[in-house]
């Protein structure tokens, strides 16, 4: 069944500049068109879309994504995209250990503080040093 791109954005959850721009960057492939110029989309462009726009949520690169094509396209993709995951979970493990150690240093900063009307504060203090 063909549909037009607001369609496949209805049914995708990816908006139409998005969809558009992905196009442009060749993540997706760009739909045939239409006798009168617009592009026409078939149920493997729901697909492909959600695919992008959840690994998007889960953090995954564009550049991660189309690796993943890729691999797929192949036949190669269980391992090499495992791979791929298990580097992204430890990039997201730092990510998180790097705001952790942030929080605490901002709750301890925070805490040099007794607030009120005082004319030097220790919390811009510390963050100009």
Do not use: Q
């Amino acid at each position: 069944m063909a549909f037009t791109i607001g369609v496949l954005a209805e049914r995708s959850g990816v908006k139409i500049e998005t969809i558009r721009y992905y196009e442009r960057i060749d993540l997706i492939p760009r739909p045939p068109r239409s006798a009168g110029g617009r592009r026409v989309y078939g149920d493997e462009a729901v697909k492909r879309l959600r695919f992008v726009r959840r690994s998007r949520e889960l953090g995954f690169s564009l550049d991660d994504i189309r690796a993943m094509f890729g691999l797929a396209a192949r036949g190669r993709s269980c391992g090499e995209v495992r791979s791929l995951t298990l580097a992204h979970a430890a990039r997201i493990r730092e990510k998180i250990d790097d705001l952790r150690r942030m929080e605490e240093l901002l709750t301890d900063t925070a805490a040099l503080c007794e607030g009120g009307r005082a004319p030097a504060c220790p919390i811009l203090d510390v963050l100009g040093r």
